[in-house]
T-cell receptor, first 119, second 113 residues
Framework: AQKVTQAQTEISVVEKEDVTLDCVYE???????LFWYKQPPSGELVFLIR????DEQNEISGRYSWNFQKSTSSFNFTITASQVVDSAVYFC????????????????WGLGTSLAVNP | DAGVTQSPTHLIKTRGQQVTLRCSPK?????VSWYQQALGQGPQFIFQ???????QRGNFPDRFSGHQFPNYSSELNVNALLLGDSALYLC????????????FGEGSWLTVV
């Protein structure tokens, strides 16, 4: 069975600090996708990144970076020099890859990490 | 390029009533999925529609039903509402062929009293 664990329920940091959000996943599939989404208080889930299980290169996008380690089944997310606007709930999610047309795999979600960045 | 749009954004219903939520997928997307997100929880998959058919279903009772129209828009219907149905209902759209990135709407906040 697939499962995503985000062990950190809440994190509070002061602006400009670096913060890492942890994500550990379980799957028997050899091919899968991992996602990170940001959910501000308005409720909309904002896509941040999708990573294919075959691509273990770390990725950086501005102040955001992701560390994918297949050996430990982890896909951690780091925000460098955090800002107040980064305050939100962050979700890690997992889905199978492939499948026939019209059978996109559902997303399996962690419980989310609530990040508060204080001025 | 319009993203995923949902309506209504907020609504209050009485226990036992029925509700219909609507979703228009992102331009170019033909697959719509619905998720339920209770307060403090991650989203839970309800079902997915492609080519006007329900293709996958999560662990939700038959009170939850849906429909997809020829223009790819979708409706989620919930009958005999329970207090526990109070949640944020999220619509997600994707490309059925490639299964690429899944985009979400802002959701519909349903309160059952």
């Amino acid at each position: 069975a697939q499962k995503v664990t985000q062990a950190q329920t809440e994190i509070s940091v002061v602006e400009k600090e670096d913060v890492t959000l942890d994500c550990v996943y379980e799957t028997r599939d050899t091919t899968y996708y991992l996602f990170w989404y940001k959910q501000p208080p308005s409720g909309e889930l904002v896509f941040l990144i999708r990573r294919n299980s075959f691509d273990e290169q770390n990725e950086i996008s501005g102040r955001y970076s992701w560390n994918f380690q297949k050996s430990t089944s982890s896909f951690n997310f780091t925000i460098t020099a955090s800002q107040v606007v980064d305050s939100a709930v962050y979700f890690c999610a997992l889905s199978e890859a492939g499948g026939r047309a019209g059978n996109n795999r559902k997303l399996i979600w962690g419980l989310g990490t609530s990040l508060a960045v204080n001025p | 390029d319009a993203g995923v749009t949902q309506s209504p954004t907020h609504l209050i219903k009485t226990r036992g009533q029925q509700v219909t939520l609507r979703c228009s997928p992102k331009s170019g997307h033909d697959t719509v999925s619905w998720y339920q997100q209770a307060l403090g929880q991650g989203p839970q998959f309800i079902f997915q529609y492609y080519e006007e058919e329900e293709r996958q279903r999560g662990n939700f009772p038959d009170r939850f039903s849906g429909h997809q129209f020829p223009n790819y828009s979708s409706e989620l219907n919930v009958n005999a509402l329970l207090l526990g149905d109070s949640a944020l209902y999220l619509c997600a759209s994707s490309d059925g062929l490639s299964g690429n990135t899944i985009y979400f709407g802002e959701g519909s906040w349903l309160t059952v009293v």
